[in-house]
Nanobody, 122 residues
């Protein structure tokens, strides 16, 4: 059981990236999936979350209106479309599963895989 985040890269301010969170060994559709990020010297913070069966989504105030979370059950993947990127979005991005629905408390998330690095230059 593992999640793999991918799609990070280096972009200029105002650019876009789409992150993918792919699962192996289980089906993502039955879990809430959260995206978190961690910048050097900072704590991990919640960015977005999508509930199981797509009954709801959650966004942090810092990304609301710029990021969109979605899932493709056929591909067993959750996506995070990131538009209008800012230098403060620079961080390692991680995805995890939650058995208690959407929340930004990272302690409720499991199956963290390796993150994917997003670097936004001004």
């Amino acid at each position: 059981v593992q999640l793999q985040a991918s799609g990070g890269g280096s972009v200029q301010s105002g650019g876009s990236l789409r992150l993918s969170c792919a699962a192996s060994g289980f089906e993502l559709q039955y879990y809430a999936i959260g995206w978190f990020r961690q910048a050097p010297g900072k704590e991990r913070e919640g960015v977005s979350c999508i509930a199981s069966s797509d009954i709801g989504t959650l966004y942090s105030d810092s990304v609301k209106g710029r990021f969109t979370i979605s899932r493709n059950n056929a591909e067993n993947t959750v996506y995070l479309q990131m538009n209008s990127l800012k230098p403060e979005d620079t961080a390692n991005y991680y995805c995890g599963t939650s058995r208690v629905g959407c929340t930004f408390q990272s302690s409720f998330f499991y199956d963290w895989g390796q993150g994917t690095l997003v670097t936004v230059s001004s």
